[in-house]
C-alpha cells in the first residue's frame, strides 16, 4: 500500500514553505499542472501560485513541469511561466520523468514530484526514488473518469490518514 502514500501532503501546492525542500535537501521539484497549479485545462495559473514559484526559485529550489497533459496545453502554461516542462509524462510511469531527471541532471533522492492524483503523481515519484508531496485537487473534475479514479483514491487517502495521525 505505501506505493500509494504520498510522503507529504498539503491543501495547496502554495502552501508548502522553503523549508519544507531545505530540510529534505530537495534541490528540483516536478510539478503537475492540472489541478496542482491551476484547474483542470484552465490557461491561467492560481495568482498565488505565482508567488509561491518565485519563493522557491529565489530559495535556490529547480522547478520543472512534468505533466500528463497534451503539448498544445502544457507549452503555453509553462512558458508563460518560464519553466521548463515535458509533456504527455505518462506518469505513473517512469520515462518521461527520468527523462526530466537527465536533463537536470539530478538524482531521484534530491527531486520532489508535486500533483494532485495519487495513481499519477504519487506512484509516479515513489516507483522512481523521489519524495512524493500531494495537493489537494483545485476543485472537482467534471469528467466521468476522474469521478472513478477520485473513488478509487478515497480509501487509500483514508489509509494514508490514518497512519500520519498515528505517526
Ligand atoms: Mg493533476
Known amino acids: 500500500m505505501s506505493v500509494f502514500f504520498p510522503h507529504a501532503d498539503f491543501k495547496r501546492i502554495y502552501e508548502i514553505p522553503t523549508e519544507f525542500f531545505q530540510q529534505r535537501g530537495l534541490t528540483v521539484a516536478l510539478l503537475d499542472v492540472d489541478n496542482t497549479l491551476t484547474t483542470h485545462d484552465n490557461p491561467t495559473p492560481h495568482k498565488e501560485v505565482l508567488g509561491?514559484?518565485?519563493r522557491q526559485r529565489n530559495s535556490g529550489l529547480r522547478l520543472?513541469?512534468?505533466?500528463n497533459n497534451t503539448e498544445e496545453r502544457v507549452a503555453p502554461f509553462a512558458e508563460g511561466l518560464g519553466l521548463e516542462y515535458i509533456a504527455n509524462a505518462h506518469?505513473?510511469?517512469?520515462?518521461?520523468?527520468?527523462?526530466?531527471?537527465?536533463?537536470?541532471?539530478?538524482r531521484p533522492e534530491e527531486t520532489a514530484v508535486i500533483g494532485d492524483q495519487i495513481f499519477t503523481d504519487?506512484?509516479?515519484?515513489?516507483?522512481?526514488?523521489?519524495?512524493?508531496?500531494?495537493?489537494?485537487?483545485?476543485?472537482?473534475?467534471?469528467?466521468?473518469?476522474?469521478?472513478?479514479?477520485?473513488?478509487?483514491?478515497?480509501?487509500?487517502?483514508?489509509?494514508?490518514?490514518?497512519?500520519?495521525?498515528?505517526?
Open 52 to 54: 509561491w514559484l518565485e
Open 64 to 67: 520543472m513541469i512534468l505533466s
Open 91 to 106: 506518469k505513473p510511469l517512469g520515462g518521461p520523468l527520468r527523462q526530466a531527471l537527465g536533463k537536470l541532471g539530478v
Open 122 to 167: 504519487i506512484l509516479c515519484a515513489r516507483l522512481a526514488g523521489c519524495t512524493a508531496v500531494l495537493v489537494e485537487p483545485m476543485e472537482p473534475e467534471p469528467m466521468a473518469f476522474f469521478r472513478v479514479k477520485r473513488t478509487l483514491e478515497r480509501p487509500i487517502l483514508r489509509a494514508y490518514r490514518k497512519r500520519k495521525g498515528r505517526g
